[in-house]
């Protein structure tokens, strides 16, 4: 009977204040996450618009096709430079002619002028266009232009107009920079024939601080190596060094372009 009692007893109720305390901590733990969900994407929204804004700002920039008021480059080269970052990186558009092949390759690259390495590239092949489309750099800039302008976004490129190549020596803050060629050869295998480079150092030479050796490239094997001459940033004591390497080619020569970045205050010796 007495058990029948408390069997048929209802468990006592929980406090009506632990309910209230237990609903208040479910909601805050719900709001929690829903906030946490209205931040995060709140948040892709933004970097989306800053990305978008950034990437729409960039235009396809006009082609230096050699040294300020002097010879254009050998073999056609010419190079669209968008601009510096204020972290010294420098971003442009270059175009290689595919011989035997056919067809124009439109390299975009972003270079870091403090650790001499490209950080970013997208290759643009007209190869892959058809043979109805011409190719141009602004072709390439309307297939390329919004995964490139990405790319330029993301390392802080400022596009610069006007952006000259100069020709040493460079005059800045009381200083005269001049910049010259160590190079190693050796004999050619071919009776007749010039000596074959086989390394080459780029050395910066500054009036008032003395120099260093910008770089140091083995296993060259060129025919000639010759500095065209400098690109300044806006943002910071820093230029980039452009050398000019030729080697033989199925037909002839062909020339290739390579930049080194140097600080102009730093890392001169006596």
Same mark, same amino acid.
């Given at each position: ?181 160590k190079v190693k050869n050796e004999p050619s295998s071919e009776e007749g024939e010039d000596p074959i480079v086989q390394s080459y150092s780029v $050395?910066? *030479?500054? &009036? @008032? !601080? ?5 770089? =140091? ?24 060094? $452009?050398? *000019?390497? &030729? @080697? !033989? ?5 062909? =020339? ?15």
């Open positions: 009977m007495q058990a029948a009692q408390q069997l048929g007893q209802k468990a006592p109720q929980e406090p009506l204040r632990r309910r209230i305390n237990h609903f208040l901590a479910r909601t805050v733990d719900r709001f929690r996450v829903a906030l946490l969900v209205i931040l995060l994407a709140a948040a892709a929204f933004l970097a989306a618009v800053v990305h978008a804004s950034a990437a729409e700002s960039y235009v396809l920039p006009a082609p230096v096709t050699g040294v300020a008021g002097g010879a254009r480059f050998p073999g056609g080269f010419q190079f669209c430079p968008f601009g510096w970052s204020a972290d010294g990186k420098f971003a442009w558009l270059e175009s290689r002619d595919i011989d035997g092949r056919g067809g124009t390759v439109y390299l975009y690259v972003v270079y870091d002028a403090v650790e001499d390495k490209e950080v970013f590239t997208h290759a643009d092949d007209s190869f892959d266009w058809g043979t109805e489309v011409d190719a141009t750099e602004q072709e390439s800039w309307s297939r390329s232009g919004n995964e490139v302008s990405a790319g330029l976004a993301r390392y802080g490129i400022v596009q610069s107009p006007g952006i000259t190549m100069e020709s040493f020596p460079l005059q800045k803050a009381g200083d005269s920079y001049t910049a010259s060629l $050395v910066l *030479s500054s &009036r @008032n !601080r003395g120099s260093k050796v910008v770089t =140091t490239a083995d296993q060259v094997k060129a025919s000639r190596v010759w500095i065209e001459g400098y690109i300044l940033s806006p943002f910071e004591p820093r230029i980039l060094v $452009v050398v *000019s390497v &030729r @080697n !033989r080619a199925f037909e002839g020569y062909e =020339t290739s372009h390579f930049f080194y970045g140097a600080h102009l205050g730093l890392g001169f010796r006596e």
